[in-house]
């Protein structure tokens, strides 16, 4: 959904943090697409308080880069002209002097784009910084999720960004709305004549949406303290998958018309309460190390939620992540309700599920649709069966490849408004403060049997199943 029309492209690149970790796995590779796609022609600088020079940030690109993509070190000519516009600065994000030294790297730039590639902890030094050096004029600013822990300091982060930058030239990156799969949802919605009249409350039971890990925090221990299931997965990647499944048809093509349905889909949802809420933590996580050995973090979630609008009021959404659980994947179950007559035999018998369509995002994509098909002989007797929408070709783009290119040229489809991210952590907010103890789970199961009660009388959870062929989908 491009509308572009006001944008100008963005002429540099500035990423702060170019030597940690989200430059080296996501970064450098993805703009090593950019170039070679041809989408894109930019200088990039990499700022970092790390000791380096240019050489050497060179050196640590063309690994990254190779890491995820079989290149000749020597001859490719997309690397070595991607290396030709790579620049380093290097220096404190609180010393005046790193942003004098920035400056004069950026003296030919017309239209800067900053990444803050960092804890979000120093979002706030740099952004003053730049501001003070008046380094935010005609520029963009880029910030990858947490957008703040809780909803007071995301509003204290959006009023810093917004000192320095106008509210549409702030990019908030969520990486999963940059996936393909999650946009085929927006376009299967709305595209198809089908849906449109049974997607409400009249004919939906309830909603699941699981999106669940086979490892655990692997060596992010300390960070995963600070932050949880709830924080690190609900309040932004599961509501988005929400919005998009709940909002109202945008009034046109364009992301302000989807930006403001989303927002209304945060707006009528029901703030949690701690019985709305299961935590679980799996066995071991508090050997991990960085992990306090008391810890009380949730490794799971699994939570009910209510959307008080005229669509959807009284149809519960149950949402669940977590890690070590026994597959790696994402998905969708609609469970439509039942038939209001039993006329045939084997829909009398209680048990038999009914209709529902099922999205998979992740590791593969595929869309599904539950029908009953009745069997050969005399007897009304049926089976439910699939009709299964399998997309096998891989993802054209990798999600930060398709974002960077977005930002730098200015288009806003898949990125997060401030007053939506905000309205999303009001909903989570009172059970980010006050909530049930967590209840251990084994490493491989679907977590805490308290997560079964929450569905209660609603059937149970629709568990994704191990995918039985390889395909070259990457999550």
């Not at 990423?15 to 970790?21: L, Q, S, V």
């Not at 803050?116 to 935010?136: D, G, H, Y």
């Not at 299931?229 to 609900?234: E, N, S």
């Not at 990125?415 to 103890?437: C, G, M, S, Y």
Request: aromatic share 10%; net charge neutral.
């Amino acid at each position: 959904m491009h509308n572009n029309h006001h944008a100008h492209p963005g002429d540099t690149l500035v990423i702060f943090g170019a030597t940690g970790n989200l430059a080296y796995k996501m970064i450098f590779p993805a703009l090593y697409n950019i170039f070679k796609h041809g989408h894109l022609n930019m200088n990039i600088i990499g700022v970092a308080s790390s000791k380096y020079n240019r050489e050497k940030l060179h050196q640590r690109a063309t690994e990254s880069i190779n890491q995820t993509i079989n290149i000749q070190q020597n001859k490719d000519k997309t690397l070595i002209h991607m290396l030709s516009c790579l620049d380093y600065v290097g220096g404190d994000y609180r010393d005046k002097e790193t942003f004098n030294k920035l400056e004069k790297a950026l003296q030919n730039a017309k239209r800067p784009v900053y990444y803050l590639a960092i804890p979000p902890e120093l979002f706030t030094t740099v952004i003053k910084n730049l501001k003070n050096q008046n380094l935010n004029k005609n520029a963009r600013i880029i910030v990858e999720k947490p957008f703040g822990r809780d909803l007071k300091s995301a509003q204290e982060l959006n009023q810093v960004a917004l000192s320095a930058f106008p509210e549409d030239s702030i990019f908030r990156i969520d990486h999963y709305l940059g996936k393909e799969a999650i946009m085929n949802l927006l376009y299967f919605r709305f595209a198809n004549s089908f849906l449109e009249p049974i997607w409400n409350r009249n004919y939906i039971d309830h909603i699941q949406i699981t999106l669940s890990e086979n490892f655990g925090v692997k060596d992010r221990g300390a960070f995963y303290e600070s932050a949880g299931c709830l924080r690190d997965v609900v309040q932004n990647h599961l509501f988005q998958i929400v919005a998009l499944l709940a909002m109202e048809p945008p009034a046109y093509q364009g992301f302000n018309a989807i930006q403001n349905e989303k927002l209304k889909i945060f707006q009528s949802m029901r703030p949690l309460h701690a019985d709305d809420l299961v935590r679980g933590q799996y066995k071991g996580y508090q050997t991990e190390p960085g992990v306090s050995p008391d810890s009380d973090v949730e490794t799971f979630c699994a939570l009910k939620l209510y959307i008080d609008s005229w669509r959807w009021a009284g149809v519960p959404w149950f949402l669940r992540s977590g890690k070590h659980l026994p597959v790696s994947a994402a998905e969708i179950l609609i469970q439509l309700k039942k038939p209001p007559q039993h006329l045939f035999d084997d829909l009398a018998t209680q048990g038999e599920q009914s209709n529902y369509f099922r999205f998979k995002l992740s590791p593969s994509a595929a869309i599904a649709l539950a029908a009953r098909i009745k069997r050969t002989g005399k007897e009304f007797i049926g089976t439910q069966q699939e009709l299964f929408l399998q997309d096998l070709q891989p993802e054209e783009e990798a999600p930060y490849e398709r974002l960077l290119t977005d930002a730098m040229l200015g288009d806003r489809a898949l990125f997060t408004r401030e007053d939506a991210v905000e309205a999303a952590w009001a909903i989570i907010d009172p059970v980010l403060k006050q909530h049930n103890k967590s209840c251990f789970y084994k490493k491989g199961s679907w977590g805490p049997q308290a997560a079964q009660k929450l569905i209660g009388n609603n059937g149970h959870w629709d568990n994704p199943k191990p995918e039985e062929h390889k395909n070259n989908f990457k999550s």
